[in-house]
């Protein structure tokens, strides 16, 4: 995971701790802007505004995804970036 203005973070475990100590937003929407894939592999790209101890954040984000051999997908990596500052 490659969260805004943080070192990379690797593995579930510094992902997951990470992610608790997030702020919880109020409010979530995601808007995809890009799908594609070929084989088992594919990637993500949008936005995402939220609000966050009232005030609204805009994030632009991409992910790429893996196929799994049961069919379903798991995120392999993700990055995300503010386009204002976050709240702290």
Not at 58 to 87: C, E, H, M, Y
């Amino acid at each position: 995971m490659f969260p805004p203005e943080q070192p990379a973070l690797v593995g579930r475990a510094a992902c997951r701790t990470f992610l608790e100590a997030f702020p919880r937003p109020t409010s979530f929407v995601a808007t995809i802007e890009d799908l594609e894939g070929q084989g088992s592999l594919a990637y993500m790209r949008g936005t995402v505004v939220a609000r966050i101890e009232d005030t609204e954040t805009t994030f632009t984000f991409l992910t790429i995804n893996r196929k799994q051999s049961d069919g379903t997908w798991k995120l392999v990596r993700d990055i995300w970036n503010t386009n204002a500052p976050a709240p702290h």
